[in-house]
């Protein structure tokens, strides 16, 4: 299990109610912790349609998610 | 004779040179204003001075005494031709002499400068077509004459007949290739709040002056973004906005007033721009920034920065600035948080962090999702900022980067982007956007005829000889009737913009579409045609 930190940015930080919180996960990648997130918070974005970054960069989602990692979900917006 | 003079006559320069002779000066500084061929995107064959003479000699008089009081010089002048001058002919002269040269430059600079923005003389240009118009005043007039409906931004209102008793400042003189201008009295912008800052300095400055920034979208990002940079004294700014102004833009939008519901926001915010700086070259361009039109608008810039509130139109600025290879300031708000991204070129784009052109309607914009006023005015702010600095080379921590900004929480997190490895050498002005946007708006509203001419387009009237004697159409155009502008598409230059009139606007929004569908993209069509004018 890994403990992680997790921040949601825009139309993701209202679906989760939040705008970040803590968690231990059995999740190994950003994806699986998106799809585990995605479920309990009824978020409604698929992940093709968002980026994650992991200790401030981009990151792939397949990458590994290591212990006290900083994830963050961005959706992109447009408003202007 | 005094110090500022007129001349009815050809300048004789070395008369006026011998009267500023002085044993004990060791410098002399002239500049000359000869007649050009060619103003404001026309050929002119000849031109007419006219001053109100009295006014005008006083003014003169202090603007002389003030240079030799200022720059401490020996002995200034400055005569003025009026009446009918022929290309290459005399226009304006000033002569400086000084102990050194370093003021009788200064002086000399000094006094046609203010010559230009201050001493009322009027400029009729008459054109190699035949036609002819008064540089300004014939603006103040045609404002005039519609006094209160839409009031002219230098405030005033006078006759068509151009009473030229007013006394406000009014730029004219050879070389002036900018008639919109109208200074409103006798300030002049000082930016020695900013000079004084180690990074900028006389020479940011003149960075900041010599820059060409395009902004799209004159929105709740655009409109900081606008403000400080016409307020910074950025030399070229253009603005790509085909909205109109609505009421429920203003908690945001904080540059136009309740009255202006309804007009172009690309010419309202160009009116405004202008009289917050009239040193700043404010081009309004009243149309949607789409990936056939942009490129060709992009091509005069440095700087590109996306204001506006979709997807598609954020990846057509990304593509056509990668494509150009010119910097983007990108930012967009949804409701208390903001994303900005900087692009310079070889650095991260938009497509390096967003691979997949994110589809509109995917997440709310700022109609849809609801914004507080101050979010996009914080991240339009942000990028005023981020282009001072890629004007005046100074570091910026988003480039390679996307710095979102939450202002809920008052957190900023700094998201570092690589340039993606597939998109180096890749040619993103090619790649396939978003789904496109509606065509681009092919009517303008009747508010754009009065500022047409300054904004560029070149007016053609469309109806037939009878019409037209009936009721002759305003201001500076060409007439060229339906059938034989139709017959003969090829008459009207690509490169110009045009703005087509008929009665009562069918017509022209017809021929627009078959010029448009011609090949011909920069075609716009009056909505309701002069009636529309007639309208209250």
Partial sequence: MTAVHVQYYAVLREQAGRSEERLVTAAATPAALYEELRARHGLTLARAQLRVAIDGEFADWQAPLAEGARVVFIPPVAGG | MGAFAFSDRPLDTAAERARV??????????????????????????????????????????????????????????????????????????????????????ACRYIIDEVKHRVPIWKKEHYVDGDSGWVNC??????????????????????????????????????????????????????????????????????????????????????????????????????????????????????????????????????????????????AYVERADRERLPALAAGYDVLVDCSDNFATRFVVNDVAVGLGK??????????????????????????????????????????????????????SLQALEVLKLVLGLPSAALDAVVLVDLGTLETRRIRAPRAPCCAGRDCARLPGPPAEAEAAIELDVAALEDATANDYVVVDLRDAVEVALEPAPGPHLHIPLDRLLDDPAQLDAARRYLLLCARGQRSRAAALALRRAGLSSVWSLRGGLAARRAP
């Fill in chain 2, 21 to 106: 002779e002085d044993h004990a000066a060791g410098g002399y500084a002239s500049f000359e204003g000869w007649v050009r061929d060619f103003n404001d995107g026309r050929a002119v064959e000849r031109l007419e001075y006219e001053a109100y003479a009295e006014l005008a000699v006083r003014e003169g008089e202090r603007i002389v005494a003030e240079a030799v009081a200022r720059f401490g010089v020996r002995h200034a002048r400055c005569v003025h031709r009026v009446g009918e001058l022929r290309l290459g002919e005399l226009a304006v002269w000033v002569g400086v002499s000084a102990a050194h040269r370093g003021e009788a430059f200064a």
């Fill in chain 2, 138 to 283: 014939e603006r103040c007039a045609a404002a005039g004459l519609e006094a209160g409906a839409a009031a002219p931004a230098q405030g005033h209102a006078h006759g068509q007949d151009h009473d030229h008793g007013h006394d406000h400042g009014h730029r004219h003189g050879a070389g002036d290739a900018r008639p919109d201008r109208h200074p409103a009295g006798l300030a002049r912008p000082d930016y020695s709040r900013q000079v004084v800052l180690p990074e900028v300095g006389a020479a940011g400055q003149d960075l900041i002056r010599r820059a060409r920034v395009l902004v799209v979208g004159a929105g709740g990002l655009g409109v900081p973004v606008l403000s400080y940079l016409a307020g910074a004294g950025v030399g070229t700014l253009g603005i790509v906005d085909g909205d109109v102004l609505e009421p429920s833009n203003l908690h945001r939008q904080t540059l136009y007033a309740l009255a202006d519901a309804g007009r172009p926001k690309a010419l309202l915010a160009a009116e405004r721009l202008r009289a917050l700086n009239p040193e700043v070259d404010v081009r």
């Fill in chain 2, 327 to 380: 910097a983007a300031v990108l930012a967009s708000v949804y409701q208390h948080e903001g994303q900005l991204q900087v692009v310079r070129p070889g650095g991260a784009c938009l497509r390096c962090v967003w691979p997949e052109a994110t589809r509109d309607g995917l997440v709310g914009n700022c109609a849809e999702a609801g914004v507080l006023g101050p979010v996009p005015g914080v991240l339009g």
